[in-house]
């Protein structure tokens, strides 16, 4: 093998992708929300019962937040955690069914596929799953609300009005008025919720 002049030096390999540069921080996510909050890091600080010097740390990158810490900061500034984590250049977002919260009450398994903030701060879409009977008692949200019944058949009642929905059917209603659904069979639908 011969060897290498000074100037036939191997050429040098490509520097290696830094995921991390590709990707927002959560300290910086976090100031930019905190600010937009109109709140100070000693404001903030205060409000979670740490020092100024977390927050800092924090806000600089130069320490990560526990989860119980982020689910705090979350709530003091009304944000999904989900918010803190995402890149605002991401064009695809895969969320793995094993990181898909599911909330089971009574008769009915929601699983939220979108939270707030993923879409907008605003929207979050859900799956159900409900057994026949009444699964969602009168009530009211603050938004919007859209249904797309997958499988089954419901009742869906607002104020002295009722609508029957089957296989396929969409419903989309002011949540801010008295509702409430009840199954006839065991039934599988989807759930936006929106403020407008």
């Known amino acids: ?13 490509p520097p290696p992708v830094s995921v991390r540069a590709n990707t927002m921080k959560v300290g910086s996510r976090i100031r930019e929300v905190r600010k937009r909050a109109g709140l100070t890091m000693r404001q903030l600080a205060q409000k979670l019962g740490v020092s100024y010097l977390t927050i800092q740390r924090i806000e600089t990158d130069r320490t990560s ?8 900061i979350a709530h003091h500034l009304n944000r999904p955690i989900i918010s803190f984590l995402l890149r605002r250049d991401e064009t695809v977002f895969h969320i793995k ?3 898909q919260p599911v909330i ?3 008769n009915l398994k929601l699983r939220l596929l979108a ?3 993923l879409i907008r701060d605003d ?3 859900t799956v159900g799953i409900a057994k026949k009977g009444e699964f969602v008692p009168k009530h009211t949200t603050q938004g919007f609300e859209v249904a797309y019944i997958i499988r089954g058949k419901v009742i869906f009642r607002q104020g002295d009005r009722e609508y029957t929905m089957s296989e396929g059917d969409f419903l989309y209603h002011d949540g801010r008025v008295p509702h409430s659904v ?11 919720h929106f403020v407008k």
């Open 1 to 13: 093998m011969a060897k290498r002049t000074k100037f036939e030096q191997r050429p040098k390999a």
């Open 65 to 72: 937040p526990s989860v119980a810490l982020l689910s705090d």
């Open 97 to 99: 069914a094993s990181d």
């Open 104 to 106: 089971e009450s009574g």
């Open 115 to 117: 939270p707030k903030g």
């Open 123 to 125: 929207i979050n879409i």
């Open 182 to 192: 009840e199954a006839l069979e065991d039934h599988e639908f989807l759930g936006i």
